[in-house]
């Protein structure tokens, strides 16, 4: 038995859809975590699993983030008794983005095809998801990011080419990159999830050095283009108390308010970043120089 099992309570969705529960603590615990803790806490390492919806609730501002992979058949998102709705998004927002095979997501009975890179923004009130691969030799994987709403506002579609793009860091100090912010108030209205994509350049690892925190809102990273032999190394904690998890491939970690957030990796990767909390400010950040770090 699994002695972290108490901080920790899974509960089956209707349908192929399954939940995890991670509750929030408070900063001066992760002080005191070993190795096998931080990961029970913080860590995901299921994000993707044939013909399930793979679903993990934080306490951490209310977020629910997780994978569907639709192969053999289509996967329709369903609530919870927990949750206490009737559907998924009566009283929720959902960012999805496709980091596998051509597919698509009926909302509604209305259809949107989604390649690699390309997203939704879901609003509140939306009744049926419903999610498919093209081609069960090179499913999709559907990466979504959902968050308690006030509102109801339209769906929209949205790709590399209408994100907000911004270049940065160099290759001197390997972390030159690109950000593509989808679910951003230049590109689409949403009650508090921010959602995007950042890809670094080859030759290049560390994706937020130097780092920082935002004490209005989390963060939940989620590493993926990353050779199965490699690793990534994510950093986490207050700037004095810092730790790290070791990542694989298509693996997530739940970054609270007070923990920085940053990681280097072996080889260079793609990691999705979701945000949820009472700021959509991108640049609403408290930034920590590398020699202050301990």
Same mark, same amino acid.
């Not at 509960?11 to 408070?26: S, T, V």
């Not at 919806?53 to 629910?64: G, K, N, P």
């Given at each position: 038995?699994?002695?972290?099992?108490?901080?920790?309570?899974?509960?089956?969705?209707?349908?192929?859809?399954?939940?995890?529960?991670? +509750?929030?603590?408070?900063?001066?615990?992760?002080?005191?975590?070993?190795? *096998?803790?931080?990961?029970?806490?913080?860590?995901?390492?299921?994000?993707?699993?044939?013909?399930?919806?793979?679903?993990?609730?934080?306490?951490?501002?209310?977020?629910?983030?997780?994978?569907?992979?639709?192969?053999?058949?289509?996967?329709?998102?369903?609530?919870?008794?927990? @949750?206490?709705?009737?559907?998924?998004?009566?009283?929720?927002?959902?960012?999805?983005?496709?980091?596998?095979?051509?597919? !698509?997501?009926?909302?509604?009975?209305? !259809?949107?095809?989604?390649?690699?890179?390309?997203?939704?923004?879901?609003?509140?009130?939306?009744?049926?998801?419903?999610?498919?691969?093209?081609? *069960?030799?090179?499913?999709?994987?559907? +990466?979504?990011?959902?968050?308690?709403?006030?509102?109801?506002?339209?769906?929209?579609?949205?790709?590399?080419?209408?994100?907000?793009?911004?270049?940065?860091?160099?290759?001197?100090?390997?972390?030159?990159? =690109?950000?593509?912010?989808?679910?951003?108030?230049?590109?689409?209205? !949403?009650?508090?999830?921010?959602?995007?994509?950042?890809?670094?350049?080859?030759?290049?690892?560390?994706?937020?050095?130097?780092?920082? =925190?935002?004490?209005?809102?989390?963060?939940?990273?989620? +590493?993926?283009?990353?050779?199965?032999? $490699?690793?990534?190394?994510? @950093?986490?904690?207050? $700037?004095?108390?810092?730790?790290?998890?070791?990542?694989?491939?298509?693996?997530?970690?739940?970054?609270?308010?007070?923990?920085?957030?940053?990681?280097?990796?072996?080889?260079?990767?793609?990691?999705?970043?979701?945000?949820?909390?009472?700021? $959509?400010?991108?640049?609403?950040?408290?930034?920590?120089?590398?020699?202050?770090?301990?």
């Amino acid at each position: 038995m699994n002695r972290y099992n108490n901080n920790r309570k899974k509960f089956k969705l209707i349908g192929e859809n399954n939940m995890d529960i991670r +509750y929030a603590n408070h900063p001066k615990d992760s002080k005191k975590y070993d190795t *096998e803790e931080l990961r029970e806490n913080y860590l995901q390492e299921k994000i993707f699993s044939k013909d399930e919806i793979c679903l993990t609730y934080s306490h951490v501002d209310r977020i629910i983030f997780g994978g569907v992979m639709p192969v053999d058949k289509k996967l329709t998102l369903s609530s919870a008794e927990e @949750l206490k709705a009737e559907y998924f998004l009566e009283r929720r927002e959902m960012g999805a983005i496709n980091v596998g095979g051509k597919g !698509t997501v009926i909302l509604d009975g209305t !259809t949107y095809e989604l390649d690699k890179y390309e997203g939704l923004y879901i609003g509140k009130g939306t009744k049926e998801v419903v999610f498919v691969s093209e081609n *069960e030799s090179n499913p999709a994987k559907f +990466y979504i990011n959902s968050a308690p709403a006030h509102a109801s506002y339209p769906i929209v579609k949205i790709d590399r080419k209408n994100a907000v793009i911004v270049d940065l860091g160099d290759s001197k100090n390997m972390n030159k990159r =690109t950000i593509y912010k989808f679910l951003h108030p230049n590109v689409c209205k !949403t009650c508090q999830l921010s959602m995007g994509v950042t890809m670094l350049d080859e030759g290049n690892s560390w994706n937020s050095m130097p780092c920082h =925190t935002h004490e209005r809102r989390m963060e939940v990273y989620f +590493y993926f283009d990353l050779p199965e032999d $490699q690793r990534i190394f994510h @950093l986490m904690g207050q $700037q004095n108390e810092t730790r790290h998890i070791v990542m694989a491939n298509e693996q997530a970690v739940i970054s609270p308010s007070w923990s920085i957030h940053a990681g280097v990796g072996t080889s260079n990767y793609t990691f999705i970043w979701g945000m949820c909390g009472e700021n $959509q400010d991108f640049d609403d950040m408290d930034n920590i120089a590398i020699k202050d770090l301990k």
